[in-house]
């Protein structure tokens, strides 16, 4: 299902994972629980669009086919979107954002501290930045599942709902393929399988004290970071997302 | 102006302490949260910061509208950290009165079942992108216009949060310009868009600054307690002299054809908005009254149980910690 250059491949993986899941917590604008929540949500969303900037623009350099980093956002279609199917999820209730959100960001975190010992050059320099941004993210994500887990009883019932929903999601993230493969024998990315011994490190922690049950399923939902079968999610989110620049094409915005 | 129509509370303090209060408004002191305060000033300092606080946030929603639709990465970017000052001014507004003894859950209560209002622009609809450049360039403008002049109003904690907010909406209303600009200098659709965002936005602007300072009774109070500084109709003016030219070098044109230069009063003669249409708005007849109130209900409604469990699990925090001390 992959490209024939799996660099390019990778990169469009780090850049529409940020897309995507950037565009829904977008979604929260003016409809979060309380106003603090608003402003880390936009904060968390424009962070993300940065990081996509900045990995989509490289994907485009590399690929060298004069494409820009708004091409590859706005003018392809779902089957050439590397992102995971965590990201694609519909935002549910605030605790389905949130264990989205810790989930993603932990594995996110792991990633790019990886990156920032990238062979590659432009890699570890966006590595670099992102990572400063995901820190916090990660810790604020944590620190709010830790909050509903330990909180009242039906916000422990609601975030455990959203662990038990989002967790089929996580295997994807850490199951190499070709691709993975490929960017660890060239010294771009870590090692997946490593990484999740961390990732399950300190998810455990952050559940433990959250007083929530991690399934015992190692079951895994695939086919979004491969192209090969998104969710029905990811067209109506493109359908949005890509409107105006399919409505208008050309036009300088 | 995010708040209009504010009415001056009536006072019934010791006439000495009154006077005492207007000499040190007078000669221009601050104002602070612990200082005595005529009620009346108190009580109108709530509702016109609340509902300030309230436009900000009620104001997310027509922003937040195009946040998933922006045409690209850039404008997406812009328009995100927009929103996300606009809460932050909510955040500040809402700060401020709570120093006057009001809290932020019980303003939120009154924005929530209608006793508090929030600025009548937020009640339309946004239809194109080019909504977003109106709103920033026509919208936070006039806020701006009637901001800037905040900044000096005599109670400390609102005149140092409107220092700030003014930084930023200057940003904005750039923004909003830019986006203007591409619009106008782009495709027959770009332009036709950029007309009809104009068409739409301009009297709803003009009501910004709340009807003619001859039918309204209550400034009059408000002025000698700098919590207002100007008359509705001046930073009308103003605001339509400053834009008209600025609508001109995008090649648009103002809606108004009775719009003429007036040398000798040195502004423009223009058509005032439909004051009937205004009431209608604040009344809750507005194209989007409905909506704006039911999202902000709905949000409030659908997040008690984060707010509850993240104040439980405090709580328990809080009795942890002291158990162990």
């Given at each position: 299902?992959?490209?024939?250059?799996?660099?390019?491949?990778?990169?469009?993986?780090?850049?529409?994972?940020?897309?995507?899941?950037?565009?829904?917590?977008?979604?929260?604008?003016?409809?979060?629980?309380?106003?603090?929540?608003?402003?880390?949500?936009?904060?968390?969303?424009?962070?993300?669009?940065?990081?996509?900037?900045?990995?989509?623009?490289?994907?485009?350099?590399?690929?060298?086919?004069?494409?820009?980093?708004?091409?590859?956002?706005?003018?392809?279609?779902?089957?050439?979107?590397?992102?995971?199917?965590?990201?694609?999820?519909?935002?549910?209730?605030?605790?389905?954002?949130?264990?989205?959100?810790?989930?993603?960001?932990?594995?996110?975190?792991?990633?790019?501290?990886?990156?920032?010992?990238?062979?590659?050059?432009?890699?570890?320099?966006?590595?670099?930045?992102?990572?400063?941004?995901?820190?916090?993210?990660?810790?604020?994500?944590?620190?709010?599942?830790?909050?509903?887990?330990?909180?009242?009883?039906?916000?422990?019932?609601?975030?455990?709902?959203?662990?038990?929903?989002?967790?089929?999601?996580?295997?994807?993230?850490?199951?190499?393929?070709?691709?993975?493969?490929?960017?660890?024998?060239?010294?771009?990315?870590?090692?997946?399988?490593?990484?999740?011994?961390?990732?399950?490190?300190?998810?455990?922690?952050?559940?433990?004290?959250?007083?929530?049950?991690?399934?015992?399923?190692?079951?895994?939902?695939?086919?979004?970071?491969?192209?090969?079968?998104?969710?029905?999610?990811?067209?109506?989110?493109?359908?949005?997302?890509?409107?105006?620049?399919?409505?208008?094409?050309?036009?300088?915005? | 102006?995010?708040?209009?129509?504010?009415?001056?509370?009536?006072?019934?303090?010791?006439?000495?302490?009154?006077?005492?209060?207007?000499?040190?408004?007078?000669?221009?002191?601050?104002?602070?949260?612990?200082?005595?305060?005529?009620?009346?000033?108190?009580?109108?300092?709530?509702?016109?910061?609340?509902q300030h606080a309230h436009s900000e946030i009620v104001g997310q929603l027509p922003e937040g509208n195009w946040?998933?639709?922006?045409?690209?990465?850039?404008?997406?970017?812009?328009?995100?950290?927009?929103?996300?000052?606009?809460?932050?001014?909510?955040?500040?507004?809402?700060?401020?009165?709570?120093?006057?003894?009001?809290?932020?859950?019980?303003?939120?209560?009154?924005?929530?079942?209608?006793?508090?209002?929030?600025?009548?622009?937020?009640?339309?609809?946004?239809?194109?992108?080019?909504?977003?450049?109106?709103?920033?360039?026509?919208?936070?403008?006039?806020?701006?216009?009637?901001?800037?002049?905040?900044?000096?109003?005599?109670?400390?904690?609102?005149?140092?949060?409107?220092?700030?907010?003014?930084?930023?909406?200057?940003?904005?209303?750039?923004?909003?310009?830019?986006?203007?600009?591409?619009?106008?200098?782009?495709?027959?659709?770009?332009?036709?868009?950029?007309?009809?965002?104009?068409?739409?936005?301009?009297?709803?602007?003009?009501?910004?600054?709340?009807?003619?300072?001859?039918?309204?009774?209550?400034?009059?109070?408000?002025?000698?307690?700098?919590?207002?500084?100007?008359?509705?109709d001046e930073l009308r003016q103003k605001f339509v002299d400053q834009t008209v030219p600025q609508a001109e070098?995008?090649?648009?044109?103002?809606?108004?054809?009775?719009?003429?230069?007036?040398?000798?009063?040195?502004?423009?003669?223009?058509?005032?908005?439909?004051?009937?249409?205004?009431?209608?708005?604040?009344?809750?007849?507005?194209?989007?009254?409905?909506?704006?109130?039911?999202?902000?209900?709905?949000?409030?409604?659908?997040?008690?149980?984060?707010r509850d469990g993240l104040m439980a699990h405090a709580e328990k925090k809080r009795a942890a910690k002291l158990?162990?001390?």
């Amino acid at each position: 299902m992959s490209t024939a250059d799996p660099y390019f491949d990778f990169l469009c993986r780090m850049g529409d994972n940020t897309l995507i899941l950037g565009h829904r917590v977008s979604e929260w604008c003016g409809h979060s629980p309380v106003l603090e929540e608003d402003i880390a949500l936009a904060n968390i969303a424009l962070d993300l669009i940065g990081q996509t900037q900045m990995w989509l623009g490289l994907a485009a350099e590399v690929e060298g086919k004069g494409r820009t980093a708004d091409d590859l956002a706005m003018l392809r279609d779902v089957w050439d979107f590397r992102s995971a199917l965590i990201v694609e999820q519909p935002n549910g209730d605030f605790g389905q954002t949130l264990m989205r959100q810790f989930l993603f960001d932990t594995w996110h975190l792991l990633m790019l501290q990886g990156l920032t010992k990238s062979c590659e050059p432009r890699v570890a320099e966006i590595a670099a930045k992102a990572v400063k941004e995901v820190m916090y993210h990660v810790e604020r994500s944590g620190d709010t599942v830790i909050g509903l887990g330990d909180g009242t009883e039906e916000s422990h019932t609601k975030i455990q709902a959203a662990l038990d929903l989002m967790w089929p999601y996580v295997g994807e993230l850490f199951t190499p393929d070709a691709v993975d493969e490929a960017m660890l024998a060239a010294g771009i990315a870590p090692d997946l399988t490593e990484m999740r011994k961390t990732f399950e490190a300190q998810v455990s922690a952050v559940m433990a004290e959250a007083t929530l049950t991690i399934p015992d399923s190692r079951f895994a939902h695939k086919g979004g970071k491969s192209g090969f079968q998104h969710t029905e999610h990811l067209g109506h989110l493109l359908t949005n997302m890509q409107w105006l620049q399919r409505a208008y094409p050309g036009a300088n915005w | 102006m995010y708040a209009q129509m504010i009415k001056s509370e009536a006072t019934q303090d010791d006439p000495e302490k009154l006077a005492a209060f207007q000499v040190r408004i007078d000669a221009g002191d601050k104002i602070e949260p612990k200082d005595w305060m005529p009620e009346g000033y108190r009580k109108t300092l709530i509702r016109q910061i609340g509902q300030h606080a309230h436009s900000e946030i009620v104001g997310q929603l027509p922003e937040g509208n195009w946040i998933t639709r922006a045409p690209t990465l850039e404008r997406k970017a812009i328009l995100l950290a927009k929103v996300q000052d606009e809460a932050g001014h909510g955040l500040y507004l809402y700060c401020a009165a709570e120093t006057l003894g009001v809290t932020r859950d019980e303003l939120t209560e009154m924005l929530l079942d209608g006793r508090m209002k929030y600025s009548s622009i937020f009640n339309y609809p946004t239809l194109t992108w080019a909504d977003m450049g109106a709103v920033g360039w026509l919208v936070d403008g006039a806020a701006i216009m009637n901001q800037v002049p905040l900044q000096r109003t005599s109670f400390g904690p609102y005149s140092r949060a409107m220092i700030r907010i003014c930084k930023e909406e200057s940003f904005h209303q750039r923004q909003g310009y830019d986006i203007m600009m591409k619009m106008a200098n782009g495709t027959e659709a770009q332009k036709r868009m950029a007309q009809d965002a104009l068409n739409r936005m301009w009297f709803p602007s003009l009501m910004m600054f709340g009807p003619s300072d001859a039918e309204s009774v209550h400034s009059e109070q408000s002025m000698s307690w700098k919590i207002k500084m100007n008359g509705n109709d001046e930073l009308r003016q103003k605001f339509v002299d400053q834009t008209v030219p600025q609508a001109e070098f995008l090649g648009l044109t103002v809606p108004d054809p009775d719009l003429k230069w007036n040398e000798t009063k040195g502004g423009y003669d223009f058509t005032g908005p439909d004051w009937d249409e205004f009431f209608d708005v604040l009344r809750g007849n507005g194209p989007c009254n409905k909506e704006r109130l039911a999202a902000r209900n709905k949000a409030w409604d659908d997040g008690a149980w984060v707010r509850d469990g993240l104040m439980a699990h405090a709580e328990k925090k809080r009795a942890a910690k002291l158990a162990a001390e």
